[in-house]
């Protein structure tokens, strides 16, 4: 696979949301407002990018045995890290994220994709695949988290109201769902459009 | 590989991982130390507007912080406080000011329902506390003389704030007493005053000598406490009020009613001492 390919293929192919259907409980989560979406996308996409190479540096290290502690302490670390450096230099986001920053540790896209993936891979190309599935989780929650903010709360990054009885329900976990699900049904049907033309 | 070599390569990379994340945190502590503060800094000085410097007045189990103005002068004070709401405590901070009118509130950490309950940090709802006294604190529909409207559909978040400015209305009082008695030696007149206290087996009868705003000396006139007591409390109450200047002590463990009646004593004392004041001393050394 060239090396533009696996870097795509985390975008809309293997999109690890809407496809892969993994990391959704952070998504559904923080996914409230366009803003807290957006920085837990960044801080999910760094952890992964990084987590990846990290990994895929130190793949001939580690033996079968030792991938799953390996991979716990490396993708810890860079939690920590992000979890550190978020509340020192964003301490509102920060807060606002509260306790999916170091949920984001056990998030299932990156254990997922560094056993899946970079143990078997090299450096280079884990990190394409890092930073390709962390920006395809990236692009979804930002709008999805746009969307439940526009219809459940009338506002869009915290501007003034804009929408006047919006419908609550969005911002609430039902919302979540709701969101997702339509974004999902939506996926495949451009999937299924895509078969049905080449088949023409 | 052998069970050795991968236990070593499993130490090497842990080690490795903690040593980058000790550099990492050592490295933003004092930042996130510092943004704390200033936060909360602000957070008071929004609370309590003319406030520039802030000293927290720790008491037995409760907490406020004394706001001073440019001029050294007190302006009021800050109090944190929380009460139980819907889903959980609700934190706040109130501002308070010398005269009992409240200056400001914010609500710092809640869990009300979003989008209901949680609407008692919009400041629709939190200005309207602002230049009301403790009387005022109820709200409308439940209390005629209340003055506050209740969030619509979120009567328990509401009464939840209420409850917790009640709170603070007590805590206020607590803190300006114990500040009161603090000072209280500013305003005794060098002398020497008796007072005397209920101890277990009779009163006990103290002389303290004030000069130059300080107590200097506590002389025991009379007590009838049974020995094992009285050595306990004789060595530790008045040695600790002699270097502390402050009256408001705990008492001895295990000899709890002769210190009060000591304690009680040294109170009465200075009482003398406040009463007379303004009038010329009563006696001398």
């Not at chain 1, 293997?14 to 952070?26: F, K």
């Not at chain 1, 056990?106 to 450096?123: G, L, P, W």
């Not at chain 2, 927290?56 to 406020?64: A, K, P, R, V, Y």
């Not at chain 2, 004394?66 to 009460?83: C, E, N």
């Amino acid at each position: 696979m060239n090396r533009f390919r696996i870097f795509t293929n985390g975008l809309l192919k293997e999109n690890p949301v809407l496809v892969l259907a993994t990391g959704l409980c952070p998504l559904l989560a923080v996914s409230v407002t366009a803003i807290n979406a957006l920085c837990m996308g960044i801080a999910t996409a760094l952890v992964l990018a990084f987590s990846s190479t990290t990994i895929s540096i130190l793949r001939r290290l580690t033996p079968e045995q030792l991938r799953l502690p390996v991979s716990v302490v490396v993708i810890s670390t860079f939690t920590t890290i992000v979890d550190l450096v978020m509340s020192a230099y964003f301490p509102v986001l920060h807060r606002a994220l509260g306790i999916f920053v170091p949920l984001i540790a056990v998030n299932c896209i990156i254990m997922n994709r560094t056993e899946v993936f970079a143990y078997r891979n090299k450096v280079l190309d884990s990190m394409l695949d890092g930073l390709g599935m962390g920006l395809g989780f990236l692009f979804i929650i930002l709008i999805i988290g746009s969307l439940r903010e526009i219809s459940g709360n009338g506002t869009f990054f915290s501007s003034s109201q804009f929408i006047g009885y919006p419908a609550i329900i969005m911002v609430l976990p039902p919302g979540a769902f709701i969101a997702l699900g339509f974004l999902m049904g939506l996926a495949q049907w451009f999937r299924n459009r895509q078969v049905t033309d080449r088949h023409e | 590989m052998d069970l050795l070599k991968k236990t070593l390569i499993l130490a090497l990379i842990a080690s490795i991982a903690a040593i980058v994340v000790t550099v990492i945190y050592l490295n933003t502590k004092p930042v996130i130390y510092a943004h704390n503060e200033a936060e909360f800094f602000r957070i008071q000085k929004s609370i309590l507007k003319g406030a520039l410097k802030f000293e927290e007045i720790i008491m037995q189990d409760e907490l406020c912080y004394m706001g001073y103005d440019s001029a050294g002068r007190k302006t009021g004070l800050v109090l944190p406080v929380s009460s139980i709401g819907y889903g959980g405590k609700v934190e706040m901070m109130i501002g308070i000011d010398m005269a009992g009118i409240i200056t400001g509130l914010r609500i710092i950490n809640q869990n009300e329902t979003p989008g209901l309950g949680s609407k008692i940090e919009k400041s629709s709802f939190i200005s309207q506390f602002t230049e009301l006294t403790e009387a005022d604190i109820d709200l409308k529909k439940e209390n005629p003389a209340g003055k506050i409207d209740a969030i619509t559909a979120a009567t328990i978040s509401s009464r939840t704030v209420i409850n917790g400015v009640k709170n603070g209305f007590n805590l206020y009082n607590n803190c300006i007493n114990y500040t009161r008695k603090k000072e209280v030696l500013n305003r005794i007149a060098a002398g020497t005053y008796r007072g005397t206290g209920e101890g277990f087996s009779g009163q006990i009868v103290v002389e303290v000598v004030v000069a130059e705003n300080k107590i200097t000396a506590i002389k025991i006139i009379r007590h009838q406490e049974t020995e094992q007591y009285w050595t306990k409390v004789k060595s530790g109450i008045p040695g600790k009020i002699l270097k502390s200047q402050n009256i408001e002590i705990d008492t001895v463990t295990g000899a709890t009613i002769t210190s009060q009646g000591l304690i009680d004593a040294i109170h009465n004392a200075i009482e003398a001492g406040e009463e007379a004041g303004d009038s010329p001393p009563p006696m001398s050394p």
